[in-house]
């Protein structure tokens, strides 16, 4: 804003941009590196000390999956499915209810 120079102006919001270009690139760099960082060690054993809690819970979830992959079958309206695709909280819940509901209105079609 100093310089009335229109080159010298050019030169400046040139080397700006280039200045921005290069911030961008080590963010992005920077970005990278932590997503693609490998586990630590000690991360490693809190997940060895917590995984039988854990294989519980999920053998718990595949129970309770499959209890309710079973009613969905039983359901043949679109509307309840939909009802309760709004009240599930889990996202394997909403996965197997979406998925029936395709089923039922691939039915539908045919």
Not at 16 to 43: C, M, T, V
Not at 78 to 96: M, Q
Request: proline share 2%; hydrophobic share 35%; net charge negative.
């Amino acid at each position: 804003e100093a310089t009335l120079d229109l080159a010298e102006r050019r030169r400046i919001r040139s080397a700006i941009r280039e200045l921005q270009r290069q911030e961008l690139e080590r963010d992005e760099e920077a970005l990278a590196s932590k997503r693609f960082r490998p586990e630590r060690g000690s991360h490693r054993q809190d997940d060895k000390e917590n995984w039988p809690r854990s294989r519980r819970m999920e053998e718990e979830q595949q129970v309770t999956l499959a209890a309710l992959s079973q009613q969905l079958e039983a359901i043949t309206d679109v509307e309840e499915l939909t009802k309760l695709l709004r009240a599930a909280g889990e996202y394997e819940e909403r996965k197997l209810i979406r998925a029936a509901i395709r089923k039922l209105r691939a039915e539908e079609i045919e």
